[in-house]
Structures are given as structure tokens and as C-alpha cells.
């Protein structure tokens, strides 16, 4: 079997059908790369690229497409190194290697395709038989008694753990404070109201979403004074109260409390996340297998973490492949403590990804299907054709983020 094309596939379509997240996004963009063979099957993979730039990923992709065409799949490592070793000045972090991410991903779907057998099989066999999830959030949706109805909302679905963004979202728009004292005396009583609301069965985790603001970001005076607040609340973890560029920030944060810090999802490669395994920045790593570098570099990263005793927690807001991707990298790995789903996810998770994904009391099982276990029919192009300017971004002036 010979690959014979590598193509781009740019969708637009509802973000969500949670209707609390709808509030702040109404809908996302995604980029699938799929890899064609001189036979019935296709490789499906996507990069989370296509979530906030997609209009870069195809010409990356075409950048690429030479090294396979003409290949088989027997050794996906061997492709690997070749694509990453032609972009060697570019993509050893960054961009390119997001993209490469897709490509991989896709080739591991085509090979589990050919073997008949799921993809976590082909990268050192299941660890789990199960495992827990939580209900990815977004911000906290304000007033109160709308952050109740979500909280609700989630529990309802049959997650027994979610997440919830620092600050709060209104009708008034976001507000994060950053101020040391009024950060953490707002943060504290959010977290008071959710405790005397829900009780202490319910298991909840906070993202400070710090990692890739424009401004109004918490510095670590900041951030220590949020978790010295939080303490007393039992929180599952604390996601990105910090940005990327202070590593030596977040290892001075993890020594100063006992509500283990989380991050990750914005580093790519063995290379970026070395620097943060050797400060010991993170308590829980999250890296992401639509955006790491691919499936293999996701496991190295796992395994660099297990060897400095830390757990990893998938991160996942990108599409049905994305989603999918993070699902079996997570079984393939044995320090995988949660794994990070979209609640009520929109139909460019649900029309690609079908049965594929199984959870049940608040905990995802793995999947059965050959490869990733998804299918990207011509209905679903056809259906949510891609709409140019629909990533995100963070807003800065001259460029607004309107949707």
C-alpha cells in the first residue's frame, strides 16, 4: 500500500452545543489533513492549528506532501524525523510542528486502518481500562445562579468533574481581576459559592487561562495569592495561572502550594516541555495530540513527565479527530490521570467521531474502532464548509476577535 496524496481539509461549523460556552464562542474553525493510498483507505488526523490559523495549515501541509507520496506506513517514526529534519530551521517548535502533528496523527489512523487495530494498540498497548474525565467549562458564566445552572448542566450530562475559568463572563463581558488581593478574594468566593451549592463531592478544577493572554495577566505574586485563598476549597488542579515564558515562575509556584498546578497545552515538542519538566513547573502536564508535535511525541512527553513523578491530564478543545487523538494517547500512557472532554460537543465532533467515543458515570472508555475511530464523510464538507477569518485569536488592537 502506497500513499498517493496528502490533502487539507478546512471545515467551519457551531463551536458547541453547550450553551454556556456558546456565549462566549458561537463557532469554530478545524483543519483535518487526510492521507490517501492506492486503495480504499484513508488516514484522517487533525492539527489544533486549525483552530486558530487554519488559513496556514494547507501550504504547510503541501510543504510536506512530497516526503510521503509514494511511502507506505511501516515506519511512521522514519516520516516523522524526515518532515521534522526538512524543517529543521522552522518547526522544531512551533508552527510547523503543530501542523506536523496532523500529518502523523493521520498516518497512525491510516496504519491502526490497515493492522485493524485502535491506535492506542500500536503505541505500547492500553493502560487503562478506564478513565475519569471532567467537563472542559470555559469561563464562568455570571451571575451566580447562571454558574449554577451550568455546573447543573454538566452534572447532568454525567460528568462528575468540570472545569471553570478565572474571572467571569456576563453580558457585561470578562472580567479577571489581577491585583493580588482582589484576584484572590473573587476567585475565593466563587469557589464558596460552588462548595455551599454543591457540596464537597463535586470535584472541580480552575483555569487562569494565563498562558496565552494579551494583557491582564497574573504575575506570581499574584498567582500565589489566588492558591493561598483557594486552599481551604479542595481544588482538583489550577490550570495556566501563569504565561509560558516564566517556566521558572511556575516551579516556584508548584513549591509554594499544595493545589497541584497544571499547563502544558501551549508547548510543543520534547525540546519546549524539557525546560519545564527540569524546573518542575507543572504538577500535571497537559499536553495535547493535536498540537505537541504528534501521537510519539506526546508519549516522550508523558514518559519525560512519569520520569520526574508527575501525571498528565490530555488537553483537547480541538475537533472530533483532536478529541480522539488525546483519547488514545491518554490510554497509551500510564501516568494519564484525566483526560479533558467538550460537553455537549457541537456536530464537528459528533458527525465525525460517531459512536467512537464511549463514556459512561463520569468516565471515558476506550475505543474500539480501527485507528482513531473517526470518518469524515463528503456530507460533513459539504455540510460546514470552511468560512475564511473563523479561528480564534486573542484580541489586540487592530485585530478584534468579534465571534
Known amino acids: 500500500m502506497k500513499i ?12 458547541t452545543d453547550d450553551p454556556f460556552l456558546s456565549e462566549a464562542r458561537k463557532r469554530r474553525s478545524a483543519a483535518f489533513i487526510e492521507i490517501h493510498t ?28 512530497p516526503i510521503l ?64 474525565c471532567y467537563a472542559t467549562g470555559g469561563p464562568s458564566n455570571y451571575p451566580k445562579e447562571k454558574l449554577a445552572a451550568k455546573i447543573e448542566f454538566y452534572l447532568s450530562l454525567g460528568f462528575k468533574a468540570f472545569k471553570l475559568g478565572a474571572g467571569c463572563h456576563s453580558d457585561k463581558g470578562k472580567y479577571i481581576p489581577c491585583v493580588p488581593n482582589e484576584a484572590a478574594e ?4 466563587k469557589l464558596e459559592f460552588v462548595r455551599n451549592t454543591f457540596g464537597p463531592e463535586v470535584i472541580v478544577a480552575l483555569d487562569g487561562h494565563m498562558g496565552n493572554r494579551y494583557e491582564n495577566t497574573w504575575d506570581l505574586p499574584t498567582a500565589k495569592a489566588v492558591m493561598k485563598a483557594l ?47 527540569e524546573k518542575d513547573s507543572f504538577d500535571i502536564g497537559q499536553p495535547d495530540a493535536s498540537f505537541t508535535g504528534g501521537l510519539l511525541e506526546f508519549i516522550k512527553v508523558a514518559a519525560l513527565l512519569e520520569s520526574k513523578g508527575k501525571k498528565i491530564a490530555t488537553h483537547a478543545w480541538g475537533a472530533a479527530a483532536s478529541l480522539m487523538q488525546n483519547i488514545h494517547c491518554g490510554f497509551a500512557c500510564a501516568n494519564t490521570l484525566v483526560l479533558e472532554i467538550p460537553p455537549a460537543y457541537g456536530p464537528l465532533h459528533s458527525e465525525i467521531m460517531g459512536d467512537s ?11 474500539q474502532k480501527p485507528g482513531l475511530g473517526i470518518e469524515l464523510t ?26
Open 357 to 367: 467515543f464511549i463514556m459512561k458515570d463520569g468516565r471515558i472508555f476506550p475505543p
Open 38 to 65: 492506492d486503495t480504499e483507505l484513508i488516514g484522517i488526523g487533525e492539527t489544533y492549528a486549525g483552530y486558530f490559523c487554519p488559513e496556514m495549515v494547507p501550504e504547510i501541509v503541501e510543504f510536506f506532501k
Open 378 to 403: 463528503e456530507r460533513v464538507k459539504e455540510k460546514y464548509p470552511f468560512v475564511r477569518g473563523s479561528g480564534e485569536f486573542n484580541s489586540v488592537p487592530g485585530k478584534i476577535l468579534t465571534d
Open 4 to 15: 498517493t496524496d496528502v490533502k487539507t481539509v478546512l471545515l467551519t461549523g457551531p463551536c
Open 69 to 132: 507520496v509514494g511511502m507506505n506506513v511501516d515506519n511512521i517514526h522514519k516520516l516523522w524525523n524526515r518532515m521534522y529534519q526538512c524543517g529543521n530551521f522552522w518547526c522544531r517548535v512551533g508552527l510547523g510542528l503543530i501542523v506536523l502533528n496532523g500529518i502523523e496523527a493521520a498516518l497512525w489512523d491510516l496504519k491502526g486502518k490497515i493492522c485493524n487495530l485502535p491506535v492506542y494498540e500500536l503505541l505500547g498497548g492500553k493502560k487503562h481500562d478506564s478513565l475519569f
Open 186 to 189: 473573587f476567585e475565593a468566593e
Open 231 to 277: 486552599e481551604p476549597f479542595d481544588i482538583f488542579f489550577f490550570e495556566e495561572p501563569l504565561h509560558y515564558t516564566d517556566p521558572w515562575g511556575y516551579g516556584e509556584l508548584c513549591k509554594s502550594t499544595f493545589i497541584p498546578i497544571a499547563g502544558g497545552e501551549c508547548l510543543t515538542g520534547t525540546y519546549e516541555w524539557r525546560v519545564f519538566a
